[in-house]
């Protein structure tokens, strides 16, 4: 399908839909951009809700925050951004053409991956443990038990839907490692490690806000 | 026979023209055979076949659903279904018609045809992308049909809540998953859309010199990128609130209901919008071809699809005035409603001064334009009564909200499919269709149309609410009217189906540009070759340049020479 077009002095596969590599290019990065904007708006669904839940019920989400565990979420919110600083070392490893350094960056940032992951559902079993999953094993005494769930309702999705985009994106970065190692990047040819950076680095952002709106407001009543 | 097979729009003297020597042309339809040819295709014309063929099947099933409420109307006391099933029918029709139908109706059948054609490209961006768009709309439709097989759903297409979380018994959760992953589908084409149109264009293919069709659906793909994800995860709350009664939207469990509207609505809003810009993207190509002018104010209507997309983001709470929505906020959005009339008003005035002395000639395609541009001036200014807050209190909820948005979106919408696909027949088959039939067709459809939905006002004005299977008896004629429409209606809509079918082995051969029309996807043959253009084509002049391409068109003196 796609033919191999010489650029600088290396074989590119242009796909037959285009007319020059920097086409190429400049339309995955467009099309990457955009699929950012729809994750931005699913996310941003949900950021509305739990805002206009708050904003109704701000001491019950106080509580409810009161639960989280702030020292795996600090660790966490570091790990991620570790992570986002070795895969631009990543991209910029890339973009210079060291393939070598490039696979050792990828594999570093999808170590730290998971061990986001590995705490992430160390948290989840903690709140299993505690009863504060919401459904029939939630157990909270308090006169706002009701919305301290909303809370955790909120809490779930969220952080499940980070979850989910977590494990895409070790799973894309894997894809790049065996890109790598296949030796399909060069100076010339890193579209996809670009991309890969981006998605990750935008997953990493969201996590800082949901660190902001779930594991500071209820620090003070500790 | 000659065809034109190099092109250089608006420079005659670097055209070639070529004799062909065998007598059956490769193109995108016989270049490869075999099932697996075509369900493997990245080719965007056989991705829009392939769209064409799915959209047709499930719009005659919502139209099934609709057949039987209306023959269920016809009597003032239940006769041929229960009400429970009533409930169903109509939100089954609403679903398919609304996600399965309109939606992607335009866009992804048409619009994957002639984008790139238009924009002079080999492909779309992502073809890869855009096949996987048509088995996740498949894998959606076929999950909204279980549930249908199921039982069905009788929430209304709305999934209010907290009856869709708390109290249905029915597959709601089905129903809502076919939704959700359709969403999927509908984000693909449009990032592959916005992609393509910002990155692909032709050399010489400037912003200003696009056809007012690409320029629409782009404003569509805009909308469509930016609120289908909030549906996607207001259903996911929807079905999280279900499966595990946990509060988010049921009052009873601590949650409000007014947020779910306000959410289903920010998208459904616009939603409305991405139904209906596409459609005016065909109307726009349509009218300037048959009046033989360029559109009248190019720019105008382009921004005005800008507008829309922009303002029909801001109008959302006009279907929330009686649930409890502020007076102040109620106010705001009565305004804006008021507003997004604006650009669609110019874009009606701009079609009719488009025609104005234009020399317009009443194929098929034509009368399906004109048609539009009436019932959608009609949908539009009822939509008008209903933005205003004191009106919208009497008939909210009542068969004049039905007879409104079925102007728009049946009266606008299905006639500008119908119409489009008139237009670009001979393109995607390459051959004719019957005039004579065509222009029955259209008349039979405009006719039973406004037979169905005019009584509709009647009803809904003097107090008919909707989504009720009885009535009192006063309101019977008025439905048995409606009803004998609908059949008509019926009839216009097979009428095509059939004739295009039949045309498709045994039309007469169209040519490569039978309507004489300036659009680049008419400068290749038709049906066009595989990667549509022998040679990338170059653009120097802007779109409907009648007099810069009369020699090249062959067109009479008269013919375009206006004013």
Known sequence: MSEPVLVGNQLLELREQFENPEQQRETASIGMWVFLITEVMMFGGLFTAFTVYRLSNPAAFNEGSKEMTIVLGAINTALLILSSFTMALAVYSSSIGKTKLLAIFLIITMIIGLCFLGIKFTEYYLHYQDHKVPGFWFEYHGPSARQVQMFFVFYFILTGLHVIHMTIGIGIL?????????????ATYHTAVDLAGIYWSFVDIIWIFLYAIFYIPGLHLK | MQLQDQVHIGGSADMTIETIAEPVRKNYLNDKQGILSWLLTTDHKRIGLLYTFSITVLFFIGGFFALMMRLELLSPRNWLVSTETYNKL??????????????????????????????GAKDLAFPKLNLASWYVFMLGAGVTIYALFRGGVDTGWTFYTPFSTGYSTTYVIAAAMGIFISGFSTIMTSVNFIATIHRMRAPGLTWFRLPIFIWSMYANSVVLVLNTPVLAITLVMVAVERVFQVGIFDPALGGDPVLFQHMFWFYSHPAVYTMVLPGMAVISEIVPVFSRKPIFGYTAVAFSSVGIAVIGFLVWGHHMFVAGESVYSAMAFSLLSYFVAVPSAIKVFNWTATMYKGSVSWDTPMLYAIGFIGLFTIGGMTGLFLAALGLDVHVHDTYFVIAHFHYIMVGGTVMAFLGAFHYWWPKISGKLYPEGLGKLGAMIVFLGFNLTFFPQF??????????????????????????????????GYILPLCYLIWSWKYGKPAGPNPWRATGLEWQTSSPPPTHNFKKTPVVNVRAYDYEAMKEQLGLREREFENV
Do not use: K
Not at chain 1, 174 to 186: A, D, E, I, P
Not at chain 2, 464 to 469: D, I, L
């Open chain 2, 458 to 491: 009647v009803l809904g004005y003097l107090g008919m609410p909707r989504r009720y299977a009885a009535y009192p008896e006063e309101f019977q004629m008025l439905h048995i009217i409606s009803t004998a429409g609908a059949t008509i209606l019926g009839v």
């Open chain 2, 90 to 119: 109509f939100t089954m029709h609403g679903i398919i018609m609304v996600w399965f139908f309109l939606i992607p109706s335009i866009p992804n059948t048409i619009g994957n045809f002639v984008i790139p054609l238009m924009i």
């Open chain 1, 174 to 186: 894997l894809v790049m490692l065996y890109r790598t190692l296949l030796g399909s990047f060069s």
